[in-house]
């Protein structure tokens, strides 16, 4: 894969994008997701479109100062290139023009289009004058959309549901190509899973074919100007293609000098029968396929399990809490209650310990018993996403135990479950070949219930071998517990 383009042209548009950077609104920069791609990823994601043929038409959604469209043209030439280029930002449309100029020519056609794209696109959408682009080039905004927004309102037109301006962007510009027009775009990897984002995955896989997906190993480095955390890719889509092999690249660095090339079945990136089409990112080929999961073959309905998230939320229950445990209140679990590895009750610090047992709060506490917790959201730092541990029977006293909403809690019709399943289930989703699965789809460090619910489980009887082992040991190292569900993996086989 070559990627290139001249020096020159490049360090202009590298120096034009910091200089506008500096003048940018920081309010407004907020709310236009002014992220700007540093030139060695535009010319990257530039490489990526096919050998071109014939008359190009370049859709470029969100241009900025024009860093994609200058890396499209250094890579691919004017000759019969015609470029519209949508710019909502007054401070930016300077620099953009400036950017075009550059390439004056009477082969070149360039159109600055001072508009929302989002009323744009559905507009033409809408009225049947779709631009029929041949290639788009897109680093969208990145920003919630409100739910009865204006743009949610417009989306909803063109039967669009989605929840986040980089994936309306998306939808919109795979609408506006023509039959075999090549979309290249670098956006946050949080469509890949998530509840919200599903019908925006079946939108995108029922219009195009996913052919090409590059991860950034490091969530930091993309976007090196700015203090961007989320962990972003570059996608390559086909609009109209039958959906073939999916090329995935990774790369630590912007540089690309470590670049990683794989191809993988479709069927390894979004699983035939999985309904929430999460999309998967599978970045060791040893690993590849959903038997990268040692043991995992069952679903947990299928060994009667459930996962859920913590159902009291605190801020609601406000009156309800106590600092300490008294008579009359049930325990209540929050993440701080198990830092150290293992369960500590009561704790001292700012969340209380206990939540008062009535009949108000009775429908958010669940049965005393044994369960798996997984913490909702991990720090950068930690090793692992997925983080688990056990809550066993006879850690309480009382009847009922409260789980708070940034915990997620595995029981069984609402109670709770075997204490060598809720030690298994730990060890499991401790493992780090369970947690390299959950990065293959996930590059938040959150974790949700509907995330649990996807993986493959062990049986019940391996997950309760795999308790009982775990309880007899005081303390699990991830070396111990690899080997252990290596080991159970090898008995399957
Ligand atoms: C993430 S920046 C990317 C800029 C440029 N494409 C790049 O890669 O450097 C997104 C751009 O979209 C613009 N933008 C935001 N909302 C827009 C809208 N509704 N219509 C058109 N442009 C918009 C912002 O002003 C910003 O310049």
């Known amino acids: ?30 709310e236009l997701g002014q992220f700007m791609t540093p030139d060695s990823i535009a010319r990257f994601m530039a490489s990526l479109f096919s050998q071109r043929e014939g008359s190009v038409r370049l859709l470029d959604a969100g241009a900025g100062v024009g860093s994609l469209t200058d890396a499209f043209i250094s890579r691919w ?12 930002d007054p401070t930016m449309i300077s620099y953009l023009r400036n950017t075009l100029n550059r390439y004056g020519n009477c082969r070149f056609e360039a159109s600055i289009i001072e508009r929302d794209f989002i009323q744009d696109a559905v507009y033409r959408i809408k009225l049947g004058k779709k631009e029929r682009f041949t290639h788009a080039i897109l680093n969208p905004p990145y920003k919630k959309i409100g739910s009865d927004s204006q743009h949610r309102a417009l989306l909803r037109a063109v039967g669009l549901e989605t929840v986040n301006l980089y994936t309306a962007f998306l939808g919109l510009v795979i609408e506006l190509m023509g039959e075999g027009g090549e979309i290249v775009a670098i956006i946050p990897r949080s469509f890949c899973n998530g509840l919200y984002y599903k019908p925006f995955r079946e939108w995108m896989l029922g219009r195009a074919s996913l052919e090409h997906i590059h991860l950034f190993h490091s969530r930091t480095s993309a976007f090196t100007d700015d203090d961007v955390l989320q962990e972003n890719v570059i996608l390559k889509l086909t609009r109209g ?24 079945p479709f069927a390894d990136i979004v699983h035939a029968d999985d309904e929430q089409k999460f999309i998967h990112v599978p970045t060791d080929p040893a690993h590849g396929g959903i038997s990268g999961v040692p043991l995992a073959s069952r679903s947990l309905e299928e060994i009667g399990l459930e996962v859920s998230t913590g159902p009291v939320v605190d801020f609601r229950l406000k009156e309800f809490l106590r600092a300490q445990p008294e008579s009359g209140a049930a325990p209540l679990l929050y993440p701080t209650h198990f830092t150290n590895g293992a369960l500590e009750w009561p704790r001292q610090s700012k969340k209380p310990n206990a939540i008062v047992n009535n009949a108000e709060t009775k429908k958010w506490l669940y049965p005393n018993g044994s369960y798996t917790v997984v913490r909702r959201f991990s720090s950068k730092e930690e090793r692992r996403r997925i983080v688990a541990h056990v809550v066993d029977c006879g850690a309480f006293e009382g009847d009922a135990i409260g789980f ?53 489980y062990p049986e019940i009887k391996e997950l309760e071998k795999l308790g009982q082992w775990g309880k007899k040991h005081l303390r699990l190292t991830q070396e111990m517990i690899d080997q252990q569900v290596e080991a159970v993996n090898g008995r399957r086989k």
């Open 77 to 88: 030439g004017t000759a019969d290139v015609n470029v519209s280029a949508y710019e909502i």
């Open 241 to 264: 293609k039958k959906q073939g092999e999916v090329t995935i690249t990774t790369s630590s660095d912007p540089s690309f000098s470590n670049l990683e090339t794989n191809s993988y």
């Open 1 to 30: 894969m070559s990627i290139a383009a001249t020096k020159t042209a490049l360090s202009v548009v590298d120096h034009v994008r910091r200089e506008a950077n500096g003048r940018l609104n920081s309010v407004r920069k907020l």
């Open 404 to 456: 708070e909403n940034h915990l997620n809690v595995f029981h069984s019709a609402k109670k709770g479950i075997s204490p060598d399943v809720a030690h298994g289930l730990s060890v499991f989703l401790n493992s780090t070949a369970v947690d390299d699965y959950f990065r293959r789809f996930s590059g938040h460090t959150q974790v949700n219930a509907t995330d649990l619910r996807i993986l493959l």
